[in-house]
Structure formats: structure tokens, C-alpha cells
């Protein structure tokens, strides 16, 4: 099974920065804290990163003279030390486990090993040999040896990443940047004489993404906003200027409180698009002014907007890796299921029994949308993905079987349905044909984008297809009587088994038309029509996505027989009755709805 980051919601209280005078040598010496987290936060905004096993943790920030007017007026000052936040005491300093890091030049490029013991909170450790900022980018951090009983040892400020913020190092191999983590609570310690360089210094970044905007429009977005300085900001006036405007806008913002010495905040407010149409157009904040005085130059923020005149509404995509050999996979199922029947929104639902074992269900979609895990090694089941896109908080598209509720599907699910949709996709189906049409945003018009179509059943019993796990002493008490085989794919529609390449006209239009078919089926309940418009890129996961999807479930005006209750013969007599969910019914008084009765016969039953 493949490891990966996880977060967690920390239960702590409110966590402040509180300034020290720390000694070297005996001789005590001021110092300031700087950087891109907040001094202060509350338990709901932090979010604990690692790998969950025993294994070393290294987590480092940069600071890069080059990218930050602050930082470069800082040249030639000392960093003395690292302010960091831990969840958990780590007193491994005689084991050379626990130590604060600086590297200068790349993130791999150590100068500073110094072994420490850490409390668990705020830790203010001094290097024995100060650092001196020059010209090379310069990361700061700490490293422990996190175990299973403390994981998750970096806490992060998860309501904004400001980039070049989280670089991890699990059991020192791989160094990898982290761009939709969080901000970990890292600080520099310079010398006093520093501070003078970022006084009336803020920085600030929209938080709001994925956001869909209309070009060269004012729009509602959260703003972060961050003090540097050890005085409280009550305003500040921000220069934006997305991708394409020839001038900023400058506008000034009133807080709704002041932000307090080292303090963070996220409001609310009117922000303003560019004038270039793109999936991934650049905005950019600058703080010209704090408390109405002009401001140092500090930091810029930048992050991105999906700029565009068309907006959909997004149906989100949610597809599962499964088998019948998968002994953890009934209860993931059960899970997401809970979560499903709490959504609100419409969504579509799709199984690919693959990934671990082939079973009978198996396709050739299945064994095609493998490159999604990137490589065979790094398959296993259950897993999930939700608009096969890499959703915020997380660093790869596919998400393991997380804890026993239905919480951590919503919540990924909440995330799926608000990203931006880029194509409209609608479906009919007169029983001789199957049409997918609609429209993709015009800034995608003649890049390669793809149109996935299937015939998918629900409702398939483990009676005749059994499924490993469901006799698991953790298993739900009701997994036998709600567990089915449901989204198993019948048939693809498209040419290639991983989608045709779709052609649009000038304006983005599409129509496809295919022949329907008459797939024989596992005998379930329902069938369903799904298609999608999406984006295939094996090298690079964050070009594999889905634009929007689609659905229609068949009846029997679409090609499914009916009959009445009057029509029952005696050949029908004893055979089981199965509602839509797939669950068994009595014959008798049953009310009037649609039913199905002898197993893969496909009939559909109307009470009058």
C-alpha cells in the first residue's frame, strides 16, 4: 500500500507566539520572529502532517532573498535560531533524532544539524553558530523521529499555503515541496537589528481556489493577510493585478478587527480579475500601505484563478478502486455510501475493479486509468478519487480508505463539488442511441481533451458475485444487507478504452453520438448512462482531471421491459423481489413504485 501524507485536525487550544530572550554562549540576546506563519492560531485552522509511522519527519521553510524585498533588506544580519511548533514532545536529542535544520542554497543543501529536545507547542531553539542571510534562498526547519504513538508531528496553518512554505522529507530520502498543505509553523529567529527591515511589512494572498472569475471583473475572495511586525495592522491598501491587466487596482481594505503583532486573518472582500482567460491565471497582491502609512515592500502573493466568461455548474466525479478480493474494500464502500446519501448535490459514481486483483467486473477502462497511481508499485485497494483531480490538502490524485465515517468522503467530496467546472456535458438516449453533447470553456478550444461514455450497472447481490471482508470483526453490523456491487462498468462507448479525443467547434460546442447496445449484465437493479469530459495526462497528475461528468439512469422507455402487476405469471411465483437499493422485499403489499424481479431478468415491476 502506498504511504502518503496525512492530515489530521488537531484538538489544541489557541497557540500564540510569545517573544524570548534567549541566550548564546551564556549572553543574552534579542531576537524577532519572521515569517509566512501566523503568530497565533485556533485549533480548527491547523492541521498535522507525517507519515503516520515510525520513520524520520524533516520539515523545512524557505526564505528567499530573491522573492522577498524584506529578506533582501536583511542581508548580512544573523539568523540566530528557529521558532517551530510540535503536537508532541520529542526528546530524542541524545539519540540524534531531534534537531532544528538550515540549509542554504537548496532545500537539501544542509549547513546546521543541531540536535535539540522539543516540548510539545512553541519551541525558540538557537543555533550554536549564527546563519547569516546573504543572496542564496535559505530553509529553515526541524527534523524528529516520528512514531506511531505521536504522528503527524508538523502542524500546518491549513487556510492558506503560501508557496515555498512546506518542504518534507519523509525518512530522509526525498525532499518534496507540498504546494496545497498549509503553511507549516516555522519562523526564522534574526537578530534584533533586523526588524528595522520589515517594519510596516505585510503580506497578503487570496485564499479563495479553486475560484472561477469573469475576466476583468471584481470578484468576492478571501484575502490573507499577514503581520510581520510586532505592531497591530488595522488596514492596508493592496496592489492586485491578475494575469493580463496592464495596471494594478489598488484598493484599501478596513479589518474587521486588528490584526495583532505576527497575526494572521482571512476576510472577505472585493478583489479584482485579470483580463487573460486561463485555467490557471496568475494573481498577484502586494501591500503598498499599512495603517494608511506607505508600506516597506515586502513579499508578494501569488496564487491562481481559473479566469473565464463561461461557468458551469459542476457535477463531480467520484470513482473507486475495488475488487472482490479486496477484504478492506466492502467497508470503504459502506462509508462512502453514508456520505453519498448525505450529499445534497447531484454526483456521479463509478467502481474500477482494479488496481489490486482482477475480478469478473473487470474492463478495459479499468486496467486503462491505472497510470493514475504512477507505476503498478504503487497500486492497492480501496481507493478513491474524486474528479481524478489532486484535490486541495492533498499531494497525489489517489486517497486510501482514511478512518471508519463517513467524515473524511464528505469532506473530499465538498471539495470535488466546489472546483471549477470547465465544460457543460449533457446526455440523452432514445433506446437506439446514446448522445453526448455539450460545450468546454473556450480558453480549453483546440487543446487535446478527452470524452469518456459507459453503461454502468447498480445494485449487483454478493449471492452470485460474492465479495471478500464481509465477515471482518470491524465491519459495519448491516454490511451484509446494504453492501452491493454498484457504477461496475458493462461497456465503453468510445473507440479507446481511456476516452476519445474530443473535437469542438470555434466556440467549444460538441455533439457525439453512439449506438446503444444490449449489455447482458450481473442482474442488479439499475443501469446508468455516465460520461465525462476530461483531461489525460500520464507524466504530469496535475494535467489528469475531469472537466464535469454527467448521468442518466435507463428506464423502461429507454429499452428496459415492463410489466404490470396484472402481467406476474406463475413462472414468477417465489422469485425474489429487489427494490432499486438492491435490497430483498416481500412480494405482498408492496407499494407502488418500480421493482425487479428473477435476478438478471431485468424486469421492471409497477404496482398500481
Known amino acids: 500500500m502506498k504511504r502518503i501524507i496525512l492530515t489530521l485536525l488537531l484538538g489544541v487550544a489557541q497557540l500564540s507566539i510569545v517573544n524570548y530572550q534567549l541566550s548564546i554562549g551564556g549572553y543574552a540576546l534579542a531576537q524577532q520572529p519572521y515569517g509566512y506563519a501566523p503568530g497565533s492560531v485556533t485549533s480548527e485552522e491547523i492541521s498535522g502532517l507525517g507519515g503516520g509511522i515510525n520513520e524520520f519527519v524533516q520539515c523545512m521553510t ?4 530573491s522573492g522577498d524585498p524584506a529578506l533582501a533588506r536583511m542581508k548580512g544580519k544573523k539568523v540566530l535560531g528557529v521558532r517551530c511548533y510540535l503536537r508532541a514532545a520529542y526528546s530524542q536529542a541524545r539519540q540524534k533524532r531531534s534537531a532544528i535544520l538550515a540549509s542554504q542554497g537548496s532545500v537539501a543543501g544542509l549547513i546546521r544539524t543541531q540536535y535539540v529536545n522539543f516540548e510539545e507547542g512553541w519551541n525558540d531553539v538557537l543555533f550554536d553558530e549564527p546563519v547569516i542571510i546573504d543572496e542564496q534562498p535559505l530553509f529553515l526547519g526541524f527534523q524528529v523521529y516520528e512514531t506511531i504513538g505521536t504522528p503527524y508531528p508538523i502542524v500546518a496553518y491549513q487556510a492558506a499555503t503560501v508557496a515555498q512554505s512546506c518542504y518534507v522529507n519523509l525518512a530522509k530520502k526525498t525532499w518534496e ?30 485564499t479563495t481556489h479553486p475560484q472561477t472569475v469573469a475576466p476583468d471583473r471584481d470578484f468576492e475572495g478571501g484575502l490573507y493577510v499577514h503581520n510581520f511586525t510586532n505592531e497591530s495592522i488595522q488596514s492596508v491598501e493592496i496592489a492586485m493585478q491578475g494575469e493580463g491587466a496592464e495596471f494594478p487596482t489598488m484598493r484599501t481594505i478596513n479589518l474587521p478587527a486588528p490584526l495583532p503583532a505576527y497575526g494572521s486573518t482571512i476576510i472577505s472582500t472585493q478583489l479584482r480579475a485579470g483580463t487573460t482567460e ?16 506607505e508600506a516597506q515592500p515586502g513579499r508578494p502573493g501569488t496564487t491562481r484563478l481559473y479566469v473565464t466568461y463561461d461557468n458551469f455548474i459542476r457535477t463531480p466525479l467520484i470513482e473507486e478502486f ?31 475493479h482494479s488496481g489490486f486483483v ?39 490524485i489517489i486517497q486510501g480508505i482514511r478512518d471508519m465515517s463517513p467524515e473524511p468522503y464528505k469532506e473530499a467530496l465538498a471539495l470535488a463539488a466546489d472546483m471549477a467546472a470547465m465544460a457543460e456535458v449533457n446526455i440523452e438516449c432514445d433506446g437506439n442511441d446514446v448522445t453526448v453533447s455539450g460545450r468546454v470553456a473556450r480558453d480549453l478550444v483546440g487543446k487535446p481533451i478527452y470524452l ?7 445494485g449487483i447481490t454478493t449471492d452470485k458475485y460474492p465479495q471478500m471482508g464481509m465477515d471482518d470483526a470491524d465491519a459495519p453490523s448491516d454490511l451484509k444487507d446494504v453492501f452491493r456491487h454498484n457504477g461496475v462498468i458493462l461497456h465503453y462507448f468510445t473507440t479507446e478504452a481511456i476516452g476519445d479525443l474530443l473535437s469542438t467547434e470555434a466556440n467549444g460546442s460538441y455533439s457525439v453520438t453512439y449506438p446503444m447496445v444490449e449489455a447482458t449484465g450481473f442482474g442488479g437493479t439499475a443501469r446508468r448512462l455516465v460520461a465525462f469530459v476530461h483531461k489525460v495526462n500520464r507524466d504530469d497528475p496535475y494535467d489528469t482531471y475531469v472537466l464535469n461528468a454527467a448521468e442518466m439512469h435507463l428506464d423502461d422507455e429507454d429499452g428496459i421491459p415492463s410489466i404490470d402487476n396484472g402481467q406476474l405469471t406463475i413462472d414468477n411465483e417465489g422469485a425474489a423481489i429487489f ?18 424481479v428473477g435476478g438478471n431478468k431485468k424486469v421492471i415491476i409497477r404496482n398500481n
Request: charged share 20%; proline share 4%; glycine share 6%.
Open 358 to 396: 482482477e475480478d469478473v467486473f473487470t474492463t478495459q477502462p479499468d486496467r486503462e486509468i491505472l497510470y493514475v497511481f504512477g507505476g503498478y508499485q504503487n497500486e492497492y485497494n480501496p481507493a478513491i478519487m474524486y474528479n481524478r483531480a489532486i484535490l486541495e490538502g492533498e499531494n497525489q
Open 62 to 65: 524557505c526564505f528567499d532573498p
Open 452 to 458: 469518456s461514455c459507459y453503461l454502468v450497472e447498480d
Open 177 to 206: 515541496e507540498y504546494t496545497d498543505r498549509g503553511t507549516p509553523l516555522i519562523l526564522a529567529l534574526v537578530e534584533d537589528g533586523a526588524a528595522a527591515c520589515f517594519e510596516r511589512t505585510a503580506y497578503a494572498q487570496n
Open 322 to 352: 475495488t475488487s472482490q478480493r479486496c477484504v478492506n474494500c466492502p467497508q470503504m464502500a459502506y462509508f462512502l455510501e453514508k456520505a453519498l446519501q448525505e450529499y445534497e448535490g447531484d454526483y456521479v459514481y463509478v467502481a474500477h
Open 278 to 293: 486561463s485555467t490557471t491565471a496568475t494573481w498577484t497582491a502586494t501591500v503598498t500601505k499599512v495603517n494608511g502609512q
Open 579 to 596: 427494490d432499486l437499493s438492491g435490497r430483498c422485499v416481500s412480494n405482498a403489499h408492496l407499494p407502488k413504485g418500480i421493482y425487479i
